[in-house]
């Protein structure tokens, strides 16, 4: 019986066969592999900086055109939460394939780079990094995911835009209630959906836990 048939199709869990850090077969790809996926990751974070840049300059934009213009109603600012929200959710996305790619690269540095500098590297380092290729999966749910980006982010945004909507309404010459009152809600049932809204959000941010470092 052969090697191959004798430990399956994996020629890392042959002693003989597994590739070594002085084989520049190996060595040579994971470097090229490394720096690569750095790239990658580069590249993913400064597309998270540019949602974020959006969701700002957008909720700046709302808020100074509805606090600017005495006829523009409170409600406006419910555009800037809608907007906000898909950013959030954009981000999210993004913020999955970040960490994925991030993974990757913790398993490069703590497996690969750690053995070449004579350390003990986690042993099943090569198995996952292969399996994340062969079977790219985003390991951070959606849920997760946007709750992380709301917490860091997007909780700060709404909370301005909160701020600036009970400004507009304290200084409507109707009074807050009238100014609220949207449709067929008057502004005691507006106010109410807009706390249990907040308190939602917040709950959800605070669900997810703290965020490691990006």
């Known amino acids: 019986m052969s090697g191959m048939d004798e430990y399956g199709d994996d020629p890392w869990s042959v002693p003989s066969l597994r590739p070594t850090l002085r084989d520049p077969d190996m060595v040579t790809p994971l470097v090229h592999l490394y720096r690569g996926e750095l790239g990658r990751l580069t590249s993913y974070r400064l597309r998270l900086d540019t949602t974020t840049n959006w969701a700002v300059g957008t909720t700046a934009g709302i808020i100074s055109f509805v606090l600017g213009t005495p006829s523009a109603p409170a409600f406006g600012l419910g555009l800037a939460?809608?907007?906000?929200?898909?950013?959030?959710?954009?981000?999210?996305?993004?913020?999955?394939?970040?960490?994925?790619?991030?993974?990757?690269?913790?398993?490069?540095?703590?497996?690969?780079?750690?053995?070449?500098?004579?350390?003990?590297?986690?042993?099943?380092?090569?198995?996952?990094?292969?399996?994340?290729?062969?079977?790219?999966?985003?390991?951070?749910?959606?849920?997760?995911?946007?709750?992380?980006?709301?917490?860091?982010?997007?909780?700060?945004?709404?909370?301005?835009?909160?701020?600036?909507?009970?400004?507009?309404?304290?200084?409507?010459?109707?009074?807050?209630?009238?100014?609220?009152?949207?449709?067929?809600l008057s502004g005691a049932q507006v106010m109410g959906l807009v706390l249990a809204a907040a308190l939602a959000l917040l709950a959800w941010a605070v669900a997810v836990g703290p965020q490691g470092p990006e």
């Open 81 to 184: 939460v809608v907007l906000n929200l898909i950013f959030a959710h954009l981000e999210s996305r993004r913020f999955q394939r970040f960490e994925m790619v991030r993974q990757r690269v913790r398993l490069m540095e703590s497996g690969f780079y750690v053995e070449l500098l004579g350390g003990r590297p986690n042993p099943r380092w090569h198995e996952e990094l292969r399996d994340s290729y062969l079977s790219p999966q985003e390991d951070l749910p959606w849920w997760r995911a946007m709750g992380l980006r709301i917490r860091r982010n997007y909780l700060w945004l709404l909370a301005v835009v909160a701020v600036a909507w009970a400004f507009k309404l304290h200084t409507h010459p109707a009074g807050p209630m009238e100014a609220a009152a949207l449709g067929n």
